[in-house]
């Protein structure tokens, strides 16, 4: 099973993964969920901060999708 990565439009720090590539169970932002990467193994997944790929793949099962904030992001200070 692949899990699909978006990000939250307005807080770039805020991913949500779910199941399906067109995102229909994402939960609603006042912005919107742009797409960021598709996951195919731990490794993969390690790379953009799902550390449980096991986990993941799981609660995505449960409930349709998986919220989560990235920690250790670089920002622009310019």
């Keep these: 099973m692949a899990i699909f990565l978006f990000r939250n439009g307005d807080n770039l720090v805020e991913y949500c993964a779910t199941g399906t590539r067109s995102g229909h169970r994402l ?7 742009l797409y960021h990467a598709e996951l195919q ?3 993969h997944a390690a790379v953009f901060g799902v550390m449980n790929f096991e986990a993941a793949k799981q609660a995505i099962s449960r409930q349709g999708y998986l919220c989560y904030t990235a920690t ?7």
Excluded at 27 to 33: K, M, T
Excluded at 72 to 78: A, Q, R, W, Y
Aim: proline residues 6%; aromatic residues 6%; glycine residues 6%.
């Design 41 to 43: 193994n731990a490794l």
């Design 27 to 33: 939960p609603a932002l006042a912005s919107r969920w």
């Design 72 to 78: 250790g992001v670089l920002k622009n200070c310019n």
